[in-house]
Structure formats: structure tokens, C-alpha cells
């Protein structure tokens, strides 16, 4: 099994379900390659460069006016989902 359901042995086309796995992997990557955590390194090379003042990653210890963010609900509790990014809408 390797995670949300695939097998190895499906191919290509066969079988289709939604899978954060990639993105999970992907962050793993980039700390490695850059050396610093996941989130420093999109604030510093992506957000901050595309101009994105109002976009940073969730941290549930700041509080921030009009926050839109990515959650789920676990065991009857409201859970950020790690590495989210956020955006202040309107």
C-alpha cells in the first residue's frame, strides 16, 4: 500500500483517487534541498517574491482578521491541516 488507498500495481489511468501524498513528499524534498523548513522557504521564494503580502502557512497560535485556511474535522475537533496556506480574503 502507499498511502490514500494506492496500490503498486495500479497503472496508470486505471483507478483515480485524490492524494495529498505527492505534495507531502514534495515538502519533505524541498527542506532537504534548501536546508530550512518547508514554510520559510515559500514565504521567502514564492510568496514574498509574487508579492503575496496577505498569503503566509497557518499557525495556530497567531490570530489573523478574515482568515481563510484549509481544515478538517477529527474525533469531533476542528484540525488545521499541517503546512496550510492562508490567505486574508476580501
Known amino acids: 500500500m502507499l498511502g490514500c ?5 495500479d ?7 485524490y492524494c495529498n501524498l505527492g505534495y507531502f513528499v514534495l515538502t519533505l524534498i524541498i ?7 518547508y ?15 496577505g498569503a503566509s502557512y497557518a499557525d495556530k497560535e497567531v ?9 478538517t474535522v477529527k474525533n469531533g475537533a476542528v484540525v488545521f491541516l499541517r503546512g496550510s ?3 486574508q480574503a476580501g
Open 11 to 17: 497503472l496508470p489511468g486505471t483507478r483515480a483517487k
Open 31 to 37: 527542506e532537504r534541498a534548501a536546508g530550512v523548513p
Open 63 to 71: 490570530v489573523v482578521p478574515r482568515l481563510a485556511s484549509a481544515y
Open 39 to 53: 514554510v520559510r522557504y515559500m514565504q521567502d521564494h514564492v510568496l514574498a517574491r509574487a508579492g503575496m503580502q
Open 85 to 87: 496556506m492562508v490567505s
Open 5 to 9: 488507498g494506492l496500490r503498486g500495481g
